[in-house]
Structures are given as C-alpha cells and as structure tokens.
C-alpha cells in the first residue's frame, strides 16, 4: 500500500481467493477503462447469431427477388439467421395469398442453403418468415406439411 501510494497509483487485488492473494500496482480508472474494452470486445464476437431483416413487396419483380436472395445467402453464410419480411400497402392487404406465394417462391429459390426457423406469420401489415443455415425443418418438409394441410382442408370443406 505504502509502495502505490508513493507511485501515486492504487492497489488492485487480481485474485483475492488465491494463497497469497494476487494484487499490482496501477491506475485503478485506466485498469476499468481496459477491463470494460475488453468486455466490449468479447460481446462483439458473439454478434454472428443476430437476425437481419430483408423486406419484399408483394409485386417483387423476379430479378429484384433474386438479387434480395443472394444478399440473404450471404447473410446465412455469415451465420446470421435472415427475417424476410413481405410488406402490403392499401389495397395489396386483400390478397395476402400474393405475399404467401412471393414467400414461397422465395424459400424454393434458396433450396437447401436455408432452413425454415418460422413458419410465415402475419405481424399486422407485414408477412414473415425466418429462415437460417442448418436448423428448423426444411423447405422441402416445410412445403409437404403445408401440402397435407390444405389437403385436410378440402377434405374437411
């Protein structure tokens, strides 16, 4: 203590519950600052599972929606897990089917380099889908699924 006072420094205790307890001589402001950047660091390092978002219009043009996919490929690549999001506007509302169907367009595109972490769910004007690398069902098991369900539909109509 004597030895850091006269440094004008502070005394840190590293690891107190070693045998003798482990202390250095430092700025304790400076030591804080660095602990904190390197807590910062560590977090941005972990950001490869965030969700990127992609949005499409039911009226997508077929070039515009390959180019969107692509981008989404390279997201997937990267780790990330891809929310692709169909925005209506007005009137496009009475015929969600559109979007359903740009979805799925969308999902037969990409084929095996995604998987289906969520199913397309209407979220008041947007229609999503999530889709990621290697987890979820697949879109072939997700199209079969969808399938029988409209099969149990006429049959229950």
Known sequence: MEKAKGLGLDLIEIAPNTDPPVAKIADFQKFRYE?????RASKKGTSAGDLKELWLSPRIAEHDLKV??????????MGHK???TVKFKGREMAHQ???HQVLQEALNLLGDNAAVER???MEGRKLSVIVGKGKG???ESRVESQ???QKDEKISS
């Open 147 to 149: 399938e029988s369900r």
């Open 137 to 139: 069902k697949t879109v």
């Open 119 to 121: 199913d397309p769910k």
């Open 82 to 84: 891809v929310k692709l």
């Open 35 to 39: 602990e904190n950047k390197k807590e």
């Open 97 to 99: 089917e559109i979007g």
């Open 68 to 77: 969107r996919l692509a981008r989404t490929e390279e997201f997937l690549k």
